[in-house]
């Protein structure tokens, strides 16, 4: 299982194969790194969304989302915390 398909790869390219496992886990490491960089934003950081969300937002919804509110990420991430509770 892949978390990464032919459009998301674009930009990890650089890791090698793509259906590879540990490119693909080298590549989610490098969005975590690049997005808990990007949260630091004053305007992310005051969203009222925590890191672990913002990080969820992006990996799922792309890193180009910009809607926090109405994200589907977000949406899934709730519904996977109150899952677990």
Do not use: C
């Not at 793509?18 to 490491?29: L, S």
Request: aromatic residues 14%; charged residues 15%.
């Amino acid at each position: 299982m892949f978390g990464y398909n032919n459009d998301s790869w674009s930009t990890h390219t650089s890791l090698g194969a793509k259906n590879n496992t540990a490119n693909q886990i080298a590549a989610f490491f490098s969005d975590i790194t690049t997005f808990t960089s990007h949260y630091e934003n004053p305007v992310v950081k005051n969203s009222g969304i925590t890191v672990d969300e913002y990080i969820y937002i992006k990996h799922h919804d792309g890193p180009n989302a910009t809607d926090f509110v109405s994200s589907q990420g977000l949406k899934i991430s709730v519904r996977a915390i109150f899952t677990w509770i």
